[in-house]
């Protein structure tokens, strides 16, 4: 059980508001980003939310991966979104195609800053 799993939250996302919202847009997108980096999606599951009382409504999404899973939450009224990027090593190592994946992911979205975390999963045995 070795892993590495990446966060980002981003603030103040300025790309066009589209992306925080059509879940079919934003599914087209991330499968392309997946494959561009190498790894290997085996389903998927893109979902909007209605619009609120408080303005338009976000997307949840998870692309599971043969390698693990990626997942991002998109909330427009603050325009703000939150990722998941977690990739098991365990017959080879992915990290790099996990961190690659974050790094497009990120730029997709333009914040103005984000917070970012990353953790190494497992005992490394």
């Known amino acids: 059980m070795q892993g590495l799993h990446l966060t980002a939250d981003l603030y103040q996302c300025r790309c066009d508001a589209a992306w925080l919202t059509d879940a079919p847009r934003l ?3 991330c499968l392309q980003a997946v494959q561009a ?3 290997h999606p085996v389903n998927q599951l893109f979902h ?3 619009a609120g009382a408080q303005g338009a409504g ?3 999404a998870t692309v599971l991966l043969a390698e693990s899973h990626v997942s991002l939450h ?3 009224v603050q325009r703000a ?6 990739v098991g090593n365990f017959a080879d190592d992915h990290s790099a195609k996990a961190r690659t994946l974050m790094t ?10 984000t917070e970012q ?8 045995e």
């Open 81 to 86: 979104v939150t990722l998941d990027v977690y």
């Open 74 to 76: 998109t909330w427009p």
């Open 117 to 124: 975390r990353s953790l190494d999963r497992g005992d490394g």
């Open 27 to 29: 599914a087209d997108w």
């Open 37 to 39: 980096v190498g790894l």
């Open 48 to 50: 909007a939310f209605p």
């Open 58 to 60: 976000g997307v949840t």
């Open 104 to 113: 497009a992911l990120v730029d997709r979205f333009q914040p103005e800053w």
